[in-house]
């Protein structure tokens, strides 16, 4: 059943059980509630309502106080003030979706949270698409609310800026061989362009021809070696 669905039944249900209210907390109420997850704008509601200040107002304090409204934060001017019928999820438009907290504030310890997550998935699993990102990170349990495959996405995106991981179309071979081949996906990165030889490989050692004659008191040795010499004063 959808949320819509769902939020319709309670509403349905909520009107059963607040058979009291007066004819104004009644009629600011059923405006409210049939805005559904797109809340409405104080202003927008007296315009339809076309009655006084104050009485909007007390009603809006008694719905509220019944916990038959709520008043949600409008990310993109939070001057304004939305209220909705108490049941129903704020959409993502309003509210700015899942990387803002309550106030209506960037959560960037989520999201630091997140990306961290989900770089460890992607080196754990060598590659990955979005679709398994997405699964590994709701079944840690880790948040509030389950991420979707669209917000997974913009943290990849962010860990591709960061030069973290790049992005690949998997061959179907060799790390690839349980991803179809052409199907994007994602794995580390050879870190901010760095060669993908180890450390040690700049050693003038890794390319020398008579390095198994090389001991430490032989003729060719490291301390008589003057290629070395100029690698460790560079």
């Given at each position: 059943?959808?949320?819509?669905?769902?939020?319709?039944?309670?509403?349905?249900?909520?009107r059963a059980d607040t058979p009291r209210l007066s004819e104004d907390d009644r009629k600011v109420y059923d405006v409210i509630t049939s805005t559904e997850s797109a809340g409405i704008?104080?202003?927008?509601?007296?315009?339809?309502?076309?009655?006084?200040?104050?009485?909007?107002?007390?009603?809006?304090?008694?719905?509220?106080?019944?916990?038959?409204?709520?008043?949600?934060?409008?990310?993109?001017?939070?001057?304004?003030?939305?209220?909705?019928?108490?049941?129903?999820?704020?959409?993502?438009?309003?509210?700015?979706?899942?990387?803002?907290?309550?106030?209506?504030?960037?959560?960037?310890?989520?999201?630091?949270?997140?990306?961290?997550?989900?770089?460890?998935?992607?080196?754990?699993?060598?590659?990955?698409?979005i679709g398994e990102i997405t699964e590994a990170i709701n079944n840690l349990g880790l948040f509030k609310v389950k991420l979707t495959g669209v917000q997974i996405e913009e943290v990849?995106?962010?860990?591709?800026?960061?030069?973290?991981?790049?992005?690949?179309?998997?061959?179907?071979?060799?790390?690839?061989?349980?991803?179809?081949?052409?199907?994007?996906?994602?794995?580390?990165?050879?870190?901010?362009?760095?060669?993908?030889?180890?450390?040690?490989?700049?050693?003038?050692?890794?390319?020398?021809?008579?390095?198994?004659?090389?001991?430490?008191?032989?003729?060719?040795?490291?301390?008589?070696?003057?290629?070395?010499?100029?690698?460790?004063?560079?």
């Amino acid at each position: 059943m959808s949320r819509v669905a769902d939020s319709s039944l309670t509403l349905k249900r909520k009107r059963a059980d607040t058979p009291r209210l007066s004819e104004d907390d009644r009629k600011v109420y059923d405006v409210i509630t049939s805005t559904e997850s797109a809340g409405i704008w104080m202003r927008d509601l007296k315009r339809k309502l076309n009655r006084p200040d104050t009485v909007i107002n007390k009603s809006i304090k008694f719905l509220k106080d019944k916990k038959l409204i709520k008043e949600v934060v409008n990310i993109q001017n939070k001057g304004k003030k939305h209220f909705m019928g108490f049941d129903f999820e704020p959409s993502v438009d309003l509210t700015g979706g899942a990387w803002y907290d309550d106030e209506g504030k960037l959560d960037k310890t989520l999201i630091e949270v997140s990306k961290s997550q989900c770089l460890q998935f992607i080196t754990r699993s060598k590659v990955a698409t979005i679709g398994e990102i997405t699964e590994a990170i709701n079944n840690l349990g880790l948040f509030k609310v389950k991420l979707t495959g669209v917000q997974i996405e913009e943290v990849v995106q962010s860990l591709i800026l960061d030069k973290e991981i790049v992005e690949a179309q998997s061959t179907g071979k060799g790390d690839f061989a349980i991803i179809p081949a052409g199907e994007q996906c994602y794995r580390r990165s050879n870190k901010r362009g760095l060669p993908k030889t180890g450390a040690l490989a700049s050693i003038p050692c890794g390319v020398c021809p008579r390095l198994n004659e090389c001991t430490p008191n032989g003729v060719i040795s490291p301390s008589t070696c003057v290629y070395f010499k100029k690698w460790l004063d560079f």
